[in-house]
T-cell receptor, first 110, second 116 residues
Framework: RKEVEQDPGPFNVPEGATVAFNCTYS??????FFWYRQDCRKEPKLLMS???SGNEDGRFTAQLNRASQYISLLIRDSKLSDSATYLC???????????FGRGTSLIVHP | DVKVTQSSRYLVKRTGEKVFLECVQD?????MFWYRQDPGLGLRLIYF???????EKGDIPEGYSVSREKKERFSLILESASTNQTSMYLC???????????????FGPGTRLTVT
């Protein structure tokens, strides 16, 4: 069983829609959580870290639920430029080797 | 601006050839990583290095070796390329672990390797 699991999608949404992705992790010792974004034929880049209390960055909101071992990413008012693959990344305490999910594909259409 | 560069964006090699993929970072990072990315399989760690001359196997090291003679440079070597090593290869670097969520991996643009 993969340590970090994501629904691969694709999620196909119209501009302006709100869309949410979940990611579950199996290692209860996981300490740090992140969302990366990967555009087609490009490298992954950090989108945002996920803090215990939840955090927001513009149209993006990240949440962490330690009890159920999942993190989520909510995108409000989707833009065409949000089309990408979103990678869930988990880091266990004391480790510098992150575990990547396989990614969730988002397609925002006009 | 942080920078991770890879020696080639596209590479075509023949089966049995020795292949060198070079990665250079200019951020003075301690950690460097080599991944391959294939459709449906996501990012898979091949090798990583946490210091000069130090290396550790990742999840799929078979058929690969690495070299880190200088802090800024991490090389991936395919001793005898095979068709199943056709893939996108991504190099990344990161600082030593910091407190809390102050951790980020920076990726190079990738090398798309085709082995024929």
């Amino acid at each position: 069983r993969k340590e970090v699991e994501q629904d691969p999608g694709p999620f196909n949404v119209p501009e302006g829609a709100t869309v949410a992705f979940n990611c579950t992790y199996s290692n209860s010792a996981s300490q740090s959580f992140f969302w990366y974004r990967q555009d087609c034929r490009k490298e992954p880049k950090l989108l945002m870290s996920v803090y215990s209390s939840g955090n927001e960055d513009g149209r993006f909101t990240a949440q962490l639920n330690r009890a159920s071992q999942y993190i989520s990413l909510l995108i409000r008012d989707s833009k065409l430029s949000d089309s990408a693959t979103y990678l869930c990344v988990v880091l266990s305490g004391g480790s510098y080797i992150p575990t990547f999910g396989r990614g969730t594909s988002l397609i925002v259409h006009p | 601006d942080v920078k991770v560069t890879q020696s080639s964006r596209y590479l075509v090699k023949r089966t049995g050839e020795k292949v060198f993929l070079e990665c250079v970072q200019d951020m003075d990072h301690e950690n460097m990583f080599w991944y391959r990315q294939d459709p449906g399989l996501g990012l898979r760690l091949i090798y990583f290095s946490y210091d000069v001359k130090m290396k550790e196997k990742g999840d799929i090291p078979e058929g690969y070796s690495v070299s880190r003679e200088k802090k800024e440079r991490f090389s991936l070597i395919l001793e005898s390329a095979s068709t199943n090593q056709t893939s996108m290869y991504l190099c990344a670097s990161s600082p030593a672990l910091l407190a809390g969520n102050l951790y980020e991996q920076y990726f190079g643009p990738g090398t798309r390797l085709t082995v024929t």
